[in-house]
């Protein structure tokens, strides 16, 4: 039997698009607020997260849940070798979370087959910056990453961190 709040990672399914949106929802305003362009704010509601969430969930299997006593208190979401979007609940994070679904999130990257994992983060965004760097994450500068919204990519500027993960090792056949 598991240890009671231990955290177990798995991936989303449907059930947990509202856990996911309002972890996001939340998380996001923490992050966000009075560090990207008003036109990015007035798009990123409550319910366009909502929306975004199930979609995501729906449609993908780029998004691992980390559940402790069967509740979702965090997220993160994997597209090729970007680690798209991490986040907790407010009231677990500092608890470890966050470094088990980066962990993942970088195992993930490698399996993938790349060497090398990256992410977004708003400059404003102290906390998640020093987490990344805790993590050995290395900042490479400053980009304007390409939130996506209904009228076209929205600029926003944001440093690009990067960490280099190990693909699996691949079998080589025994030499003849």
């Known amino acids: 039997m598991p240890a009671e709040n231990a955290v177990t990672l798995r ?11 309002r972890i996001w929802y939340l998380g996001w305003q923490d992050g ?11 798009i990123r509601t409550e319910d366009s997260f909502t929306a975004r ?8 299997t780029d998004t691992t849940v980390a559940t402790v006593d069967g509740s979702v208190v965090g997220f993160v979401m994997v597209v090729e070798d ?15 979370v966050a470094a088990l679904l980066l962990a993942d999130a970088e195992r993930l990257v490698a399996e993938a ?13 102290a906390r998640a910056r020093r987490f990344y760097e805790r993590g050995g994450w290395r900042d490479e500068g400053r980009f304007d990453y390409a939130a996506a919204s ?3 990519p929205i600029p926003v500027p944001s440093h690009r961190y990067v960490k280099d ?8 056949p025994p030499a003849p």
């Open 53 to 60: 969430a199930a979609q995501r969930i729906e449609d993908t």
């Open 82 to 96: 970007e680690v798209e979007q991490v986040y907790v609940a407010r009231e677990h994070r500092g608890s470890g």
């Open 11 to 21: 991936p989303a399914e449907a059930g947990d698009a509202a856990a996911v949106a």
């Open 32 to 42: 966000h607020l009075g560090n990207v362009p008003d036109e990015l704010l007035a």
């Open 150 to 152: 209904e009228d076209g």
């Open 113 to 125: 087959g790349y060497e090398q994992a990256w992410l977004a983060v708003v400059g404003g965004n």
């Open 165 to 172: 993960v190990t693909p699996p090792a691949r079998s080589t």
